[in-house]
Every structure is written in C-alpha cells, then in structure tokens.
C-alpha cells in the first residue's frame, strides 16, 4: 500500500501565500517525478508544477514566478509554495507520485486532493 497525504490548503485573499506539503507513504522502493495537479470546477486536470528527482522542475505558465516546487527525497515529501495567489488559482489540488513499489512494480499514485481557495 502506498499512501500520498496532503496538508496545507484553505483559504486566502488575493495576493497571499500558501505551502501545500505531500507525505509519501507505504511499501515505497523509490520514487521518480512527483508534482502538484489542480482541479478548478468544471475544468480538467492540469498540471501545476512537477520535479523529478534529481531536483529539474517544471511549471505551468500560469504559475511561472509565483509557485515553486521542492521536494524531500529523504522523507519521500514535496511542497508546494504559492505566492501572490489570484482568485483563478483556485481549485482542488492533488499530489502525485511516480513511484516504484519495488524494483519491479511501477505505478502512479495520487494523494486525496486539497483545497485552495482564493477570494478576489
């Protein structure tokens, strides 16, 4: 079993910041790229911000400058800071984890989602 907790999501007025942390968790062999999905209503899921293991990240254009990704490869966690928040940043957000379970069982894993909410 593997299991992605998230914390840290809520509620903020534009031009605020959150850190959104994800703890990895179970029967974990390693885990390559980790990264941060949002989900606004009535949209699709799309990619915030990745990183891999070796530390090479990756950002939507929409958050470019204002979200940084990091992560933890020791305690297997990724976080998330947003800064200067606008209301169109909010959505629920997913933590996931490209990971292998062994050296021979991949599979992507995802966390049970937050929610990040930005008043204008």
């Known amino acids: 079993q593997v299991q992605l907790v998230e914390s840290g999501g809520g509620f903020v007025q534009a031009g605020g910041s959150l850190r959104l942390s994800c703890a990895a968790s179970?029967?974990?062999?390693?885990?390559?790229?980790m990264g941060w999905y949002r989900q606004a209503p009535g949209k699709q899921r799309e990619l915030v911000a990745g990183i891999t293991s070796g530390g090479t990240t990756n950002y939507a254009d929409s958050v470019k400058g204002r979200f940084t990704i990091s992560r933890d490869n020791a305690k297997n966690t990724v976080t998330l800071q947003m800064n200067s928040l606008k209301p169109e940043d909010t959505a629920v957000y997913y933590c996931?984890?490209?990971?292998?379970?062994?050296?021979?069982?991949?599979?992507?894993?995802w966390g049970q989602g937050t929610q990040v909410t930005v008043s204008s």
């Open positions: 996931n984890a490209d990971l292998y379970r062994s050296s021979w069982t991949r599979g992507e894993y």
């Open positions: 179970g029967s974990i062999f390693s885990i390559n790229a």
